[in-house]
């Protein structure tokens, strides 16, 4: 069975922490991808990944930064946690396939809050 | 970049059939795709059209038109299991990332 790890479901920090929020891939796949979802904006995506060291800006990069020292892990580091970050991030990862849509398997999600 | 027009909500009751539209407009076209993500769960693979017409799997079928730059997700007989989330979604310019649109939320009445 295919799966795509978060490590925490719910995690509240405060205002200015620094957070990582990391995930795990077992299905050998190239892409990884961070998305947050908040209600009535859909998912939204931070930043993804197609190799390992690589990484690509999304549409909402603005106060993230992201790891990916590993094929099966890609994190996501909130450098200072603000509240209009609290939200709930999902991560998902594909295999790659040029020029054609792959299925996109997703993690659980992180519901974060921040104080 | 790529955007993605979908309505926010349908509501629709038990075995019927309900279509949710989508139009999209792209750099670059590699098919469209559409999930399902139950409240609390998260988003799942229902199907993917990179030519034009008619896929079916099951209760679900999806369509595209590429020239319309428009498809649909059509489901029948609905059952109230099929309360949920549907998100259509295309390949970024560099043919990579999913891009999503806003989510349809279809409630399923008795």
């Known amino acids: 069975d295919v799966k795509v790890t978060q490590s925490s479901r719910y995690l509240v920090k405060r205002t200015g922490e620094k957070v990582f929020l990391e995930c795990v891939q077992d299905?050998?796949?190239?892409?990884m991808f961070w998305y947050r979802q908040d209600p009535g904006l859909g998912l939204r995506l931070i930043y993804f990944?197609?190799?390992?060291?690589?990484?690509e800006k999304g549409d909402i990069p603005e106060g993230y930064s992201v790891s990916r020292e590993k094929k099966e892990r890609f994190s996501l580091i909130l450098e200072s946690a603000s509240t209009n970050q609290t939200s709930m991030y999902l991560c998902?990862?594909?295999?790659?396939?040029?020029?054609?849509?792959?299925?996109?398997?997703f993690g659980q999600g992180t519901r974060l809050t921040v104080v | 970049g790529q955007s993605l027009e979908q309505p926010s909500e349908v509501t629709a009751v038990e075995g019927a059939i309900v279509q949710i539209n989508c139009t999209y407009q792209?750099?670059?076209?590699?098919?469209l795709s559409w999930y399902q993500q139950h409240d609390g769960g998260a988003p799942t693979f229902l199907s993917y059209?990179?030519?034009?017409g008619l896929e079916e799997t099951g209760r679900f079928s999806s369509f595209l038109s590429r020239s319309d730059s428009y498809g649909y997700l059509l489901l029948q007989e609905l059952q109230m299991k099929d309360s949920a989330s549907y998100f259509c979604?295309?390949?970024?310019?560099?043919?990579?990332?999913?891009?999503f649109g806003k989510g349809t939320t279809l409630s399923v009445s008795s």
């Open positions: 059209n990179a030519l034009d």
């Open positions: 792209t750099s670059g076209f590699y098919g």
């Open positions: 979604a295309v390949k970024d310019q560099a043919g990579t990332a999913l891009i």
């Open positions: 998902a990862s594909s295999q790659e396939i040029r020029d054609r849509s792959t299925e996109a398997f």
């Open positions: 990944s197609y190799d390992v060291k690589m990484k």
């Open positions: 299905m050998d796949h190239e892409n």
